[in-house]
């Protein structure tokens, strides 16, 4: 049998000290014997060890990866790119499109493009995003790269995938019009209470039975105010959301 392999990823998040942290680290793993040395995940604030890390071995991801991935930080959230890639295989075998609230640079989208072949899908890829922090300010973090260059920078990323349309604007005021009737896969990634619950409000009884929800960042501290807002709306409706060790919340409609 064949040892797990390890990954190791260059983010840790909100890390005061690299060099403690990397000194604590290999005290640990030098303190444990060698079985549990195999199948470490370190990356996006997760540390596993013992796991077969069975995405690693995903030869249509880790292309894509390969081919998209080009920070350390997108590098580093390998795990959660491997649940919106399971997300989006299920939802292919589901009535609807597929739909990202929050896109910014397009790359776990464009990733999943590559892993599932959504070419071959007779489905639509509506990404949404502002792209540039309005003037002013708004009730979100100002991410890097964003200005207003990036929405056509986004829109080159997808030149090759025909049915992937770039949507400009707030959300929901940008869903209106544009948002697909049935939704096989819905991926939520605004870092803001009020226009992720917008979201749901707007898309949620648009998304089929058995269509995949993700939301990113429910499970971060730092976001906790739009985890329980998230949770009671769910809960309101009758779902459960189940948090993962990415941080990520997932619903199956």
Not at 135 to 158: H, I, N, Q
Request: hydrophobic fraction near 40%; aromatic fraction near 12%; include cysteine.
């Amino acid at each position: 049998m064949n040892d797990p392999k390890n990954y190791f990823g260059q983010v840790i998040f909100k890390l005061d000290d690299q060099t403690r942290f990397n000194r604590g680290l290999g005290d640990m793993l030098s303190a444990v014997n060698a079985y549990w040395r195999r199948g470490i995940f370190l990356g996006d604030n997760l540390l596993t060890f013992s796991k077969n890390l069975s995405f690693l071995e995903d030869q249509a991801l880790m292309a894509a990866i390969q081919r998209h991935a080009e920070t350390d930080i997108e590098r580093s959230i390998i795990w959660r790119t491997a649940v919106l890639v399971w997300a989006a295989r299920n939802g292919l075998r589901r009535d609807g499109d597929f739909v990202e609230c929050g896109c910014y640079r397009g790359t776990s989208a464009r990733i999943i493009c590559d892993a599932v072949e959504f070419n071959k899908a007779d489905k639509d890829y509506l990404l949404y995003d502002v792209f540039e922090y309005p003037e002013g300010g708004a009730p979100f973090s100002k991410m890097p790269g964003m200005g207003p260059t990036l929405y056509d920078e986004v829109k080159a990323r997808f030149a090759d995938v025909p049915r992937a349309q770039v949507i400009k604007g707030l959300v929901p005021e940008s869903l209106i019009g544009t948002a697909p009737e049935r939704i096989a896969f819905l991926h939520i990634d605004m870092n803001n209470v009020a226009p992720e619950i917008a979201a749901l409000d707007h898309l949620f009884e648009r998304v089929v039975p058995g269509g995949m929800i993700v939301l990113d960042d429910y499970g971060y501290i730092p976001y906790v105010a739009q985890r329980n807002a998230e949770r009671a709306w769910f809960a309101e409706r009758g779902y459960d959301v189940l948090e993962l060790p990415t941080s990520q919340g997932l619903i199956i409609r």
